[in-house]
């Protein structure tokens, strides 16, 4: 890794969200998973989940742009674990959802750990996830066609989780914990040495000053 490359990685996690989430329940459109994720990393999400009953990993292609190399996707095998999973963790979900209940998506607070649930693209979001949500969300359609693109509503909706985090100053200061940034770090700075690390099953080494890997006595070295 260049010293170029290891800054830019620095001033990405600098500003990295890890209370800001997307839930996709069954988005299973590669170019729209790919999209979301492509958003997901210009506003900071450090972990985007989905629900994918199959179990299978999701695929993208290049709508992408790559990102699904920058932000960490967890899948879960059905809504009840997913939102049981962020719920533990201290997140409300907010459902962008079109029902009699939903609020306008510029009225709710997104400063507080948040996770957005998308629906699918056919069927919306579901019973289930309608009923496990904090609130319900909408984008007000002033057209014809009721509902926009998943991908879409994902953007306007997390760019408005942007802007509010912004005013809030929540991209000024680290948010992620010392040690989730060293090993994100490591990670996104050196994905194969990391995943033999990980395959041995010894901790990550240190990063000198220009992102240079200090190897550990007896350990392997990589410039
Ligand atoms: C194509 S829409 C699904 C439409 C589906 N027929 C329905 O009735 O929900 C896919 C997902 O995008 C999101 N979405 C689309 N338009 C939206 C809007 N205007 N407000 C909030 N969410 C929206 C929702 O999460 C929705 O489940």
């Known amino acids: 890794m260049t010293p170029e490359r290891y800054r830019k990685l620095r001033a990405v996690l600098d500003k990295r969200q890890p209370d800001l989430t997307v839930l996709m329940e069954n988005v299973h459109k590669p170019h729209n998973l790919s999209a979301i994720l492509r958003t997901a ?11 994918n009953p199959t179990g299978g990993v999701p695929t993208y292609n290049e709508t992408s742009g790559g990102s699904e190399k920058w ?5 879960h095998p059905d809504i009840a674990t997913a939102v049981q999973h962020l719920k ?17 998506y510029r009225a709710v607070d997104y400063t ?4 957005v649930l998308l629906g699918a693209e056919k069927w919306g979001v579901s019973p289930e996830a309608a009923a496990l949500a904090d609130r319900h969300i909408v984008i ?12 879409v509503a ?3 909706i997390l760019f408005e989780a942007q802007r509010q985090r912004q005013a809030a100053g929540l991209y000024d200061r680290v948010r992620l914990d010392p040690e989730t ?3 994100t770090l490591f990670e996104w700075g050196y994905p194969k040495l990391a995943a033999l690390y990980r395959k041995e ?10 992102g240079e890997v200090r190897a550990p006595t007896g350990g392997p070295a990589a410039g």
């Open 41 to 51: 990393d210009a506003v900071g999400v450090y972990e985007a989940h989905a629900v």
């Open 88 to 104: 533990e963790r201290g997140f409300l979900v907010y459902a962008a959802h079109l029902s009699d209940e939903a609020v306008d």
């Open 181 to 183: 940034y060293r090993r």
């Open 201 to 210: 099953g010894r901790p990550y080494p240190e990063l000198g000053p220009d």
């Open 140 to 151: 007000p359609m002033m057209g014809m066609v009721q509902s926009l693109n998943v991908s």
């Open 112 to 115: 507080r750990p948040v996770a």
């Open 71 to 75: 932000v960490y996707l967890r899948v």
């Open 154 to 156: 994902a953007a306007v």
